[in-house]
């Protein structure tokens, strides 16, 4: 079985906003024919394609729903962070503490909001 293609969260709301009223057959034409001026939907779609360079093998996995959204690299630190928080909750270790302290000084120094991150704790 082949491997889901992956896009952003950008890419699949621009893709599920379009199925609202087009077909798929009409987002497909749309987007190889490279009409850009049809809307913001179209141009996220048009310009992910032509980034990929792989003959319409990503948005056919699009249109037939063998995608995933990638997680946002926010929400990736947040997956981490809380992972290690758990883990030294259970085993109380000065490491597990250190590698939080860090991952808080750094969200601290690039004035980052992490969402789902507590930085008092």
Known sequence: MSEKVKVSKEVANAFENLKKGWTLTDIFNTVTADHTTNGENIKVLVEW?????????????????????????????????????????????????????????????????IEGVDLDV
Do not use: I, Q
């Not at 699009?62 to 995933?68: A, F, S």
């Open 49 to 113: 394609n032509a980034d990929n360079c792989d003959e319409g093998h990503s948005l056919m996995k699009l249109l037939t729903g063998d995608y995933e959204v990638e997680p946002t690299p926010e929400e990736r630190f947040a997956e981490l962070y809380n992972k290690v928080f758990n883990k030294w909750k259970e085993s109380g270790s000065n490491n597990d503490r250190a590698y939080l302290n860090g991952m808080k000084a750094t969200v601290k120094m690039l004035e980052l909001n």
